[in-house]
Nanobody, 115 residues
């Protein structure tokens, strides 16, 4: 059974930092590409960053240079280091695993950036 559990969200002032974690189970983690998405009320869920099994990363333009996605295969965990946070980064952040024919999500973690 695939399970993704996010943690690390919270309230932070603009300009601050947070680090999100996503612990995965039920998958061959070292072979998995995973990603972070975010969603605000009434809007679609948008990709923030993705990381391949080999560690290649890609970012949404809105976060490139401020956010860093990484993985620790030994801990079966991916991270999202978020620096220079802005109020527009406020959202629920979700971890995603999308093998062919399936789509798995964590429960989400709220990030709120105050101005």
């Amino acid at each position: 059974q695939v399970r993704l559990v996010e943690s690390g969200g919270g309230l932070v002032q603009a300009g601050g930092s947070l680090r999100l974690s996503c612990a995965a189970s039920g998958i061959i983690f070292s072979a998995a590409a995973l990603g972070w998405y975010r969603q605000t009320p009434g809007k679609q869920r948008d990709v923030v960053a993705v990381i391949t099994a080999g560690g290649i990363t890609n970012y949404a333009d809105s976060v490139r240079g401020r956010f860093t996605i990484s993985r620790d295969n030994a801990k079966r965990t991916i991270y999202l280091q978020m620096n220079s946070l802005k109020p527009e980064d406020t959202a629920v952040y979700y971890c995603n695993y999308r093998p062919v024919g399936n789509d798995y999500w964590g429960q989400g973690t709220q990030v709120t950036v105050s101005s």
